[in-house]
């Protein structure tokens, strides 16, 4: 207002709604609907940056795929007012609300951005963080509508967030903050099963989604769909096997397809194989544990650093994943465990084969790219590689699997789910018996025909109908196979693709593109 202390922010009904310097304070308890100005203020001011840094490299990262798209494709250019269109969020929705909890009324921030409805519903996480902020949620939607894109999940792009500390609230408070969070959401249709299909982020799990999904039922108690509503719920509530793996999963296969083309593996200098490669893993939360895991325990990699915010453990001879898991669930530590030491994000610049930054934005910028030694990068994390680091590393050699691509496991099975909550059916529920008789039969005929006992474990693996987590890691594998190769064929084939994340971009772009030309856009 005059005095300059409040910020004309948003209209709610008939009545305007003026923000304080801080995000989380408003001179009324009615709820915004729509932001129209938002001052900031010192407490976001350091957020905000590395959202604007953020938003700033996926938007670079989008010009140089137009630009290669244009070169590679003189006479089928891609226009500047399409690529406008494409690259700017469609919509963003910001709301306060208040939940009265400990005897006082809490004010609570929400952002729900749409990027790109090229497709419907819109899909992307939500996620708890106390520094959550609207330009970090702009950029992760535009990352999901280029993810989605890529691996040809029917999906535009969202992304959603509270600014919340999970930590300072118990199970029941989170609940009913939740639950006030997808009211707010559902006014809006920014939660619908046709329209926005919220899904787990960090600082979210399969606990919130299940509350959500309860919560839009509860307000929309005809609509048949309405576990759809969001993905990443329990398996008893409408979820489905295998997502809680899926992104760490789909890291796993991602590398896998990257060492299935030598020539590929030929440009980091790397022997080919998964088998004894040296591997940093930053962040050992849901997609960092479950890709250490899998990598140690069925490909024969070696672990020899994980990185937490309190340290690091180190291993030359390869950690023990489960074990360090349970280390820190007991102690909420690495401290204590064998192998720790103090130093933390220092550890990304260690000598190993594969890093795999697992945790958050920007952990490898200009300060540190120059000092990274492992000559393959796989983005576990949304925007681990700021845009200019993403040149320097270049430029020494270092690939990068790029995060559009390498963490699309976790959207590919959330739209197996959301399939799986349309039909009403869980995967392998008709076929596998089917299936069973099928190839028992097909044994038998064998046996008769030659007069040898098949052997028995082959048999078993042979009879056995594919179960639903069977099912989802079959198309999980398969999307991320297939998806490679195209990534693959643009970055060998295309002088203009100089990477794989500018390959991967192109083919995202490109798709969205058309998506929008057969609109009629």
């Keep these: 207002m005059g005095n300059g202390q409040w ?72 226009s500047d007012d399409l690529a406008d269109q494409i690259m700017m969020a469609n919509s963003t929705y910001v709301v306060r609300f208040g939940v009265r909890l400990r005897d006082r009324l809490f004010t609570f921030t929400g952002y729900r951005s749409v990027h790109s409805e090229h497709y419907e519903p819109v899909k992307g996480g939500i996620r708890y963080a106390p520094d959550v902020n609207q330009l970090e949620v702009e950029a992760l939607a ?49 939660i619908h099963p046709s329209q926005n299909v919220p899904a787990p982020d960090v600082g979210t799990s399969e606990r919130e989604m299940a509350w959500m999904a309860d919560e839009y039922r509860r307000l929309n108690p005809s609509e048949i769909n309405a576990w759809a509503c969001v993905t990443g719920k329990p398996v008893a509530k409408g979820g489905i096997s295998g997502r809680t793996e899926a992104t760490g999963r789909g890291v796993e296969y991602a590398l896998r397809a990257f060492f299935d083309q030598p020539a590929d593996v030929a440009k980091t200098g790397l022997t080919p194989g998964l088998k004894g490669k040296r591997v940093i893993v930053q962040g050992l939360g849901n997609v960092g544990y479950h890709a250490a895991l899998f990598l140690s325990q069925e490909d024969g990699a070696l672990i020899t650093h994980v990185l937490e915010r309190d340290g690091a453990v180190v291993d030359e001879a390869g950690i023990d994943i489960d074990a360090l898991k349970s280390h820190i669930n007991e102690t909420g530590s690495v401290h204590g465990y064998p192998g720790h030491v103090d130093s933390s994000m220092e550890m990304l610049e260690a000598d190993a084969d594969i890093l795999i930054p697992a945790a958050m934005e920007l952990v490898i910028t200009t300060d540190n790219a120059k000092r990274i030694r492992t000559p393959l990068i796989i983005e576990a994390a949304n925007g681990p590689v700021s845009a200019d680091a993403d040149v320097i590393l270049r430029d020494r050699g270092t690939v990068i699997i790029p995060d559009l691509y390498a963490n699309a496991g976790g959207v590919t099975v959330s739209y197996f789910e959301w399939i799986k909550n349309l039909s009403r059916i869980r995967f392998g529920r008709m076929q596998r018996r089917a299936e069973e008789t099928r190839f028992g039969a097909l044994i038998e005929g064998i046996e008769s025909m030659t007069g040898k006992h098949f052997p028995d474990e082959l048999a078993r693996r042979a009879v056995d109908g594919g179960t639903e987590i069977d099912l989802v890691r079959s198309g999980l594998v398969d999307t991320m196979r297939n998806s490679y190769r195209v990534i693959s064929d643009v970055w060998n084939r295309e002088d203009a693709a100089v990477d794989l994340r500018t390959a991967a971009m192109m083919v995202a772009v490109q798709r969205i593109a058309q998506s929008y030309q057969s609109l009629g856009i």
């Design 7 to 78: 910020t004309l922010a948003a209209l709610s009904g008939s009545a305007f709604i003026y923000l304080s310097p801080q995000p989380n304070h408003t001179a009324t308890s009615q709820d915004a609907t729509f932001l129209f100005a938002w001052g900031g203020g010192p407490i976001s001011d350091r957020k905000h940056m590395a959202g604007e840094e953020f938003l700033k490299s996926i938007e670079t990262n989008f010009h140089n795929a137009v630009m290669a798209l244009n070169e590679a494709m003189p006479d089928d250019r891609l």
């Design 142 to 190: 535009a990352l999901m509508s280029y993810k989605c894109a890529l691996v040809e999940v029917p999906f535009g792009g969202s992304k959603g967030g509270l600014i919340i500390d999970p930590r300072e609230w118990t199970e029941s408070e989170l609940e009913r903050i939740t639950r006030r969070f997808t009211q707010e959401l559902a006014k809006r249709d920014m």
